[in-house]
């Protein structure tokens, strides 16, 4: 299940800008893989830590630097004294509970967004990817390895596309697209999930589907958590606000924050579909249970004149005419069915059985 709110408190106390290993949370080596690319040729090598990041965004290429694992803080100082990153920031790569933003800074700009899978059928993951760009360099952190840049990697290499054409902001651009574009995959699941559980609904409604709807209704606060704040970033990036996206990137842009919309548009919907099929689930439920008091209470009211009978007989009197009767016993029993039919007859024309 997704947790919506998470523990931030233990940076509580510190001074602003300190950076705090956890080596408990992603286990193993940082790995580091680095794009380096013109129109014409491209370099690509994976590396670790001890890497010198001085020379990298003092040429004309374009280089892309993707760190896996954002538990190592001398790390992070070390890549931030390399491009003179505010301290600030580097805390906010390590806050993984950071909601998406845009900081501009005099000659870069930083961005927070989350990753999103499908874990399981009614369960999303997330992960917090933060965003550098520098002139020519952009600067990926990611919480481990595994993501959603496997396409723009392939392109690169291949050269296939404009982002060899363009510059870094294309990059930073074609990474954002790369991350919103798999949000789709989300509500495609959801409106699946959604289908099934209506389907249930309208043939037999049971306590433990109202359990899986709770979850879906978790993970569609949680989506509009992570996809509202993106597209406010978004939108700032198309307004121009960062003066490092050139015109010809803010285009492409524009079909990000579109996408975004789209993605919000989805989630209200199945919000409101979720919202119908909890009120369908407790008015089934209730039909079910006035179902059962109908039954209940036909056969109380059948048995109140049968008891009433018994009770009669059922006293300690010694002169009442019926006891000495022979077939006194037989007469009573015919009464009381004669009722019962009676009764039947009675409900089944009202339509109460």
Known sequence: MTKLIKKMSSNAGMPPGTLISRPGEYPGPVKINIFDFTEDKFTEK?????????SYGKTRTVTWINVNGIHDAGLLEKIGEAFGLHPLLLEDITNTESRPKLDAYDDYIFIILKMLYMKSEYEIESEQVSIVLKDNVVISFQEKEGD????????IRNAKGKIRKMGADYLAYALIDAIVDNYFVIPERLADNIEVIEDILLEDPKPEILQTMHKLRRDMIFLRKSVWPLREVVNSLVRGDSGLFKDSTVIYLRDVYDNTVQVMDALETFRDVLSGLMDMYMTGMSNKM???MKTLTIIATIFIPLTFIAGIYGMNFSYMPELGWKSGYFFVLGIMAVIVIIMVVYFKKKKWM
Do not use: A, M, Q
């Not at 994976?46 to 001085?54: A, K, M, W, Y």
């Not at 959603?148 to 392109?155: L, N, Q």
């Open 290 to 292: 006035n179902e059962v």
């Open 148 to 155: 959603v840049f496997g396409p723009v990697r392939d392109r």
């Open 46 to 54: 994976d590396t670790g830590s001890s890497e010198d990041f001085s």
